[in-house]
């Protein structure tokens, strides 16, 4: 193209890209940030002095008002009076200015706005087994406002991207006035910046987590319940991938947050020095099962009818380490009904057998029960079982129809 | 020579890339709205942005307000030229006898129905069952009940939103015309970019009756056509939007065969 030309030689650029991959590596294992480094960047009353915050905080009026109407909130005020008073203990020093939404979403996920409102997806409601877990994953939340992230990472994201385009005009140009084509040093710069964004972004999970554990620490609860809650979801999908015959995706460069697995390895370390010796830590079970005991058949019937059939039977037999009852032993069955293949409608009629022999067994474990003992021809205890479930539950929508399966 | 004819060539294709494009759409049946008729304009939805050097736009809470408040002004002067009767609430809870939730969900429907249009009418892809028919799209009894309520004639929603170059990137997009001259032209960075929509409902029957959308754009930073800031801006908007509306398509045969 043109003679003077100095050619970006194949030696420089496989310089750049061993630098580049370098800078990678470093990125993806984070040293752990200890949670005695993580100070609050906001006290109690916070609200925005400077301008890009203050348009930020005045968009986030419009979304709050938007979720706090929103027709998937679950607005049982003993739940989220419940979630309220959790971020109240671990919030920190904004622990009265949060707001928390509780959203029916069969996910495991909880979220922080800018503005200090929280989401909490029901999926995590049905996957914590514990108190302590749940208030962990609120401290992280609140984590992340306590150290101001989403303005951080908001200016991070303003300064590289300005910066990478004056350097990508100014290579552009430059090079025109010198002869020199610059493109692929520019698209190495591009790929850089994205990575350094992926990075930082990974940096401010770390150190949620580390701001998190270390008020839920203060908070007088087992610091070691957050790593469990990784251990648990690794086990979900290393479960749910193996039935479909895939393997659970691990870390890459590309990646907002850091790897399940090293954030239960950071989170271990963590707890072992905030733990105090000989402190008996109550995790506080019952009274979580006890608040969230009215939407667990909703939280469960939600996970079984996500068909993942693996990450289902997982969880359900994590929730079973705490003890099996009639609720879980229903669904347990539900999953292997609604899955079908070869013997599982065997398997799915000895769980209801088992859930109905608890006393908390709801009305549909009786009722497919009864259907699965008709299907045996024994017509007799099918009977039985369909009284049963007309008499927990007399105005079921079909009500009719078992009575009529009921002779 | 030639480089910097070349340059001037790029320079006037730039400028003439900013450009502002309107396109309306009416129910085969619709009049406009005349006499003493009564509008609620419900919470004009307006956010104004500075766009930073490198493209991240940044929200800004004074520029939205002072934008807001000039669109509301031009709004009110422009229904009150034309007759009509105009109530415009900034917070939900601000009509007599309907709830904020109530309102809420009126304007939420109203947001997946104007996100069909513009999927069906703009973004191509048209509904077989809708061909030929105008806009036909309702908001149901909802918007009826809400008119039975309040006595309100039509109800007009307004979404409005502007992004104006920062001098970094009107900064960006000079060095690359610059660079027009020495052989790396690239003065179209993307500089203001302006969406607006509005959509008429009519609370006797519940139908929308009328729907337009304004995008003005530029790809070249520190060209700018209407700032909503100013009252100018926000009166040529409210004009660009509302200021040109159309009657239905059979009503204008009518008129025409007469």
């Known amino acids: ?39 609050p960047l906001v006290g109690p009353g916070y609200k925005p002095t400077e301008r890009d915050e203050i348009g930020i905080w005045q968009l986030m009026e419009r979304a709050e008002e938007e979720i706090a ?46 503005s200090g409102f929280a989401i909490v997806f029901s999926g995590l409601l049905l996957r914590m087994r514990d108190e302590a877990q749940l208030a962990g994953v609120i401290a992280h939340e609140a984590g992340h406002f306590l150290r101001r992230h989403m ?14 385009s004056i350097g990508a005009m100014l290579a552009g140009v430059g090079g025109a006035g010198a002869g020199v084509y610059l493109g692929d040093y520019v698209q190495l710069a591009q790929l850089g910046t994205i990575l350094s964004l992926f990075q930082y972004s990974r940096q401010m999970e770390a150190e949620a987590d580390a701001m998190g554990i270390r008020n839920l620490a203060a908070a007088g609860y087992d610091p070691m319940a957050m790593s469990t809650i990784w251990q648990q979801l690794i086990g979900e999908e290393n479960a749910s991938a193996r039935y479909r015959g895939k393997h659970r995706r691990k870390g890459s460069i590309f990646d907002t947050h850091p790897s399940e697995g090293s954030r239960m390895v950071d989170l271990k370390a963590d707890a072992l020095e905030l ?16 608040t969230i005991g009215s939407i667990r058949p909703t939280l469960l019937d939600d996970q079984v009818k996500l068909n993942d059939p693996g990450a289902s039977q997982y969880l359900i037999e994590t929730l079973a380490q705490d003890g099996w009852n009639g609720l879980l032993r229903f669904y347990e069955g539900e999953v292997w009904r609604l899955r079908n293949r070869a013997g599982d409608e065997a398997r799915a009629a000895q769980s209801y057998a088992a859930a109905v022999a608890y006393p908390d067994a709801p009305a549909d474990a009786w009722r497919w029960h009864g259907i699965a003992l008709m299907k045996q021809g024994r017509s007799g205890e099918a009977k039985g079982a369909f009284a049963r479930y007309l008499q927990m539950k007399p105005d079921a929508p079909d009500a009719a129809w078992v009575r009529q399966m009921a002779g | 020579m030639r480089k910097s004819s070349l340059a001037v060539a790029a320079a006037a294709s730039a400028a003439l890339s900013a450009c502002v494009q309107t396109r309306q759409f009416a129910d085969v049946q619709f009049t406009l709205p005349s006499g003493a008729y009564k509008l609620l304009v419900l919470r004009p939805d307006v956010t104004v942005g500075s766009i930073a050097t490198g493209g991240m736009v940044e929200p800004r809470a004074d520029w939205t307000e002072q934008a807001r408040t000039s669109i509301v002004q031009a709004l009110r002067a422009q229904q009150s030229a034309l007759g009509g009767n105009v109530t415009i609430i900034e917070h939900r809870d601000q009509l007599p006898g309907v709830t904020a939730q109530e309102l809420a969900d009126v304007e939420r429907l109203n947001f997946a129905v104007d996100q069909s249009i513009v999927d069906a009418k703009y973004l191509g892809n048209s509904l077989p069952t809708k061909r030929g028919r105008g806009l036909d799209w309702t908001l149901g009894p909802d918007a009826v009940r809400l008119g039975q309520k309040t006595g309100y004639d039509y109800a007009l929603f307004l979404h409005a939103e502007d992004q104006v170059a920062s001098k970094g990137r009107v900064a960006l997009g000079l060095l690359g015309l610059a660079g027009c001259f020495i052989g790396f032209c690239a003065p179209n960075v ?31 930073p520190g060209i700018k056509f209407g700032d909503l800031r100013t009252p100018q801006g926000a009166a040529q908007m409210v004009e660009r939007l509302l200021g040109r509306m159309k009657p239905g398509r059979d009503v204008r045969r009518q008129l025409q065969a007469r």
């Open chain 2, 190 to 220: 993307g500089g203001q970019q302006q969406l607006d929509y509005a959509s008429l409902v009519d609370l006797k029957t519940g139908q929308v009756v009328w729907f337009n959308v304004v995008t003005a754009g530029s790809q070249v």
């Open chain 1, 1 to 39: 193209m043109c003679a003077r030309c100095l050619e970006v030689t194949r030696r420089s650029l496989l310089l750049g890209g061993g630098a580049a991959a370098a800078t990678l590596h470093t990125g993806v294992a984070n040293a752990r940030i200890r949670p005695q480094d993580m100070v």
């Open chain 1, 151 to 164: 303005i951080r990472s908001w200016r991070d994201q303003k300064r590289k991207t300005d910066l990478f």
């Open chain 1, 69 to 114: 109407g929103s027709n998937l909130l679950i607005q049982d005020p003993k739940l989220t009076g419940y979630l309220q008073n959790l971020i109240g203990t671990v919030g920190g020093p904004a622990a009265r200015d949060f707001r928390i939404y509780l959203a029916r979403i069969p996910e495991f996920n909880a979220m922080m706005f800018p």
């Open chain 1, 275 to 290: 733990t105090v010796p000989g402190k008996v830590y109550d995790r506080h079970r019952e009274r979580y099962l006890s």
